[in-house]
């Protein structure tokens, strides 16, 4: 079992392209949440979605960002015509019941806005 | 909605020392994480408990559930384990913005 997967780890994106992020969750686990790190601050929850659901996206800002989770393959984070302040790390979670049971975190994808 | 707080902020000891870390919160949880991040690096599950004392190699992760606070503990610090340690506060409300709080982390500093 090779644990969450997030890639790619680092990922450079000149301002106004746009940067996709994907993660594989734990083989077994259908819900999956995406957290974003700024730097110099905490975690904050962004999205959680389970299989081809959004449940709650209330962490995503209103424009640019999207976020899907299909019924096959894995979850992707999607940030159209990124800006600077979109610099951060994002790591994705999973679980196999939507509780505390089996939360595992990926690694992360470094996002940079050059 | 949870609050999650954590103490020290910042904490620099010498290789040896006994440290521990602090972490409350305010509303009843189903499960409390305690998580390490290396600077630049991903995050680690250290231990996710819902009752008593864990235990793993030096670290030992400890809830009351009652007075709404857990500690962690590291034996025998070691420079390698100077990171950010990070408390994770999950409800029952299965998920979503209210399901994981997370705290501001505590910066650990081991000095050889």
């Known amino acids: 079992n090779a644990g969450v997967m997030q890639n790619p780890r680092h990922l450079v994106r000149r301002r106004g392209q746009e940067a996709r992020l994907r993660c594989s969750p734990m083989?077994?686990?259908?819900?999956v949440y995406w957290y974003r790190q700024l730097p110099e601050e905490g975690l904050k929850f962004m999205v959680y979605?389970?299989?081809?659901?959004?449940?709650?996206e209330s962490g995503m800002p209103k424009e640019r960002f999207s976020a899907e989770f299909p019924k096959e393959g894995p979850s992707i984070l999607r940030i159209q015509q990124v800006v600077r302040g979109d610099s951060a790390a994002y790591f994705c979670?999973?679980?196999?019941?939507?509780?505390?049971?089996?939360?595992?975190f990926g690694s992360g994808t470094r996002l940079t806005v050059v | 909605k949870n609050e999650v707080e954590q103490s020290p902020q910042n904490l620099t000891a010498q290789e040896g020392e006994f440290i521990t870390i602090n972490c409350s919160y305010s509303v009843g949880i189903s499960a409390l994480h305690w998580l390490q991040q290396h600077p630049g690096g991903g995050i680690v599950s250290l231990f996710m408990l819902s009752s008593g004392k864990k235990k793993h190699g030096r670290l030992i992760a400890t809830i009351n559930i009652q007075e709404k606070h857990s500690s962690l503990h590291i034996t025998a610090s070691h420079p390698r384990d100077s990171a950010v340690y990070i408390c994770?506060?999950?409800?029952?409300?299965?998920?979503?913005?209210?399901?994981?709080?997370f705290g501001k982390g505590t910066h650990l500093i081991i000095q050889p």
């Open positions: 979670a999973s679980s196999p019941t939507g509780n505390s049971y089996g939360y595992t």
């Open positions: 994770a506060a999950f409800s029952d409300s299965g998920g979503g913005a209210d399901g994981l709080t």
């Open positions: 979605l389970q299989k081809e659901n959004i449940i709650d």
């Open positions: 083989k077994g686990h259908s819900h």
